[in-house]
């Protein structure tokens, strides 16, 4: 079960990373694309990649969300105001 969950995580992490790579590409060429006549092709590839990365974005969001929440004193913990 565990050796699943690690390749399912690596395929998982691979995808992300090829996305992140092929935006990263597009978006750095993609005046190139519309003189080229590719423009809404670019824009597509551009779509799919933002699509396959959401989850990841989203996850990374909520994350530092949390550091941020956990380094921030709240007014109701003891001790920290008044």
Known sequence: MLQQAIARNRIRQARFKRAEIT???????VFDYE???KGEKAS???ATCQR??????EAERRNRQA???ER??????PGCCG
């Open 23 to 29: 935006l990263r590409k597009v978006r750095q060429r």
């Open 35 to 37: 003189d080229a006549g």
């Open 44 to 46: 597509k590839v551009i």
């Open 52 to 57: 396959i990365l959401a989850p990841k974005w």
């Open 67 to 69: 550091e941020k929440l």
């Open 72 to 77: 921030t004193p709240s007014a109701f913990e």
